[in-house]
């Protein structure tokens, strides 16, 4: 089946620090990929739609200031959390489009900001 | 707004035993996806539902759906340890979109 990969796995850091996530499809090419966040213990909610070579299209108030995306190539996303703060801890998953309607989920990252 | 409600949120049964998870959405959609979460892991794909009536089997797994009603069900027959996760509906928000509405997630816990 199909892989994606995200990078790191777990990240710690300081309040008003960046973080930047990685998203990597293995063995295709996708040019969507998806950014969702997961609570503990809830469920999955929709950031913004990664779309490669064009600007990401954010859900309702999702802050695009604070959660850049950036679709580079045909295999990599990325989201940086600016300036985290605590309340932006949480479960962060990328899922990627192959041949346009079958999404694949990455293993997550699970964020902590102190 | 397109919803989806999923029921029960909690489910504890024993090895052995039948249970069915609902999972209910607002409008119209072409298509649903079954999905297993183990905890602190990503989604694992079960199932995609494409239209009215279908089902489909793995194991001890049955999803159906039905698209008149806006409902589909995830039935669990027999159940054994290894089924205890939390289980995810998931209905396109916009027909072919491929953006994801996700229902709350029901926990299941096999007891052996």
């Known amino acids: 089946g199909a892989v994606v990969s995200q990078h790191p796995s777990r990240v710690i850091c300081k309040s008003g620090t960046s973080v930047k996530i990685e998203c990597r499809s293995l063995d295709f090419q996708a040019t969507t990929m998806f950014w969702y966040r997961q609570f503990p213990k809830k469920s999955l909610m929709l950031m913004a739609t990664s779309n490669e070579g064009s600007k990401a299209t954010y859900e309702q108030g999702v802050e695009k200031d604070k959660f850049l995306i950036n679709h580079a190539s045909l295999t990599l996303s990325t989201l940086t959390v600016t300036s985290a703060h605590p309340e932006d801890s949480s479960f962060y998953i990328c899922?990627?489009?192959?041949?346009?309607?079958?999404?694949?989920f990455g293993p997550g990252t699970r964020l902590t900001v102190l | 707004e397109l919803k989806v409600e999923q029921n029960p949120l909690f489910l504890s049964m024993q090895e052995g035993k039948n249970y069915t998870i609902y999972c209910n959405y607002s409008t119209t959609s072409d298509r649903l996806y079954w999905y297993r979460q183990d905890p602190g892991k990503s989604l694992e794909s079960l199932f995609v539902?494409?239209?009215?009536?279908a089902v489909k089997q793995e194991g001890r797994l049955m999803a159906s759906l039905d698209t008149k009603a806006r409902l589909s069900t995830l039935h669990i027959t027999a159940a054994v340890h290894d089924l205890s996760a939390t289980y995810f509906c998931?209905?396109?928000?916009?027909?072919?979109?491929?953006?994801?509405?996700f229902g709350k997630g029901t926990k299941l816990t096999v007891n052996p």
């Open positions: 539902l494409l239209s009215n009536g």
């Open positions: 998931a209905v396109d928000i916009q027909g072919g979109s491929e953006k994801l509405v």
């Open positions: 899922s990627a489009l192959r041949r346009g309607r079958t999404q694949y």
